[in-house]
Nanobody
Framework: QVQLLESGGGWVQPGDSLTLSCATS????????MGWFRQVPGQDREFVAG????????LYADSVQGRFTISRDKVKNTVYLQMNSLQPDDTAVYFC??????????????????WGQGTQVTVSS
């Protein structure tokens, strides 16, 4: 059974950094695309960053480019999202996702089969 489990969320002040982790189990991720999304109540789930498990190629939303870094550890089967220079607009529930097939980038949540339960990130002074 595939499981994705996010951790590392919390409350931080503007300008602070935070690292989210997505521990995976029950799957072998060769050929998979891993993604981070976020969602604010009442709004659609938004693509944040993606990484191709095999090659480590990455893609970012314009809103986080240069501030966030996605990475994966093949030994620990874990995906990370390093978030720097956090701003109040980054406040959201952050979700980890996975889907088979890494030829094309996928930014729509309906394209992903596997999801974690989410972790809250709050940026406020």
């Amino acid at each position: 059974q595939v499981q994705l489990l996010e951790s590392g969320g919390g409350w931080v002040q503007p300008g602070d950094s935070l690292t989210l982790s997505c521990a995976t189990s029950g799957g072998t991720w060769t050929g998979y695309l891993m993604g981070w999304f976020r969602q604010v109540p009442g709004q659609d789930r938004e693509f944040v960053a993606g990484i191709k498990w095999n090659k480590g190629t990455t893609l970012y939303a314009d809103s986080v480019q240069g501030r966030f870094t996605i990475s994966r550890d093949k030994v620990k089967n874990t995906v990370y999202l390093q978030m720097n220079s956090l701003q109040p607009d980054d406040t959201a529930v952050y979700f980890c996702a996975a889907d088979w097939g890494d030829i094309y980038w996928k930014k729509r949540p309906e394209n992903y089969d596997y999801w974690g339960q989410g972790t809250q990130v709050t940026v406020s002074s």
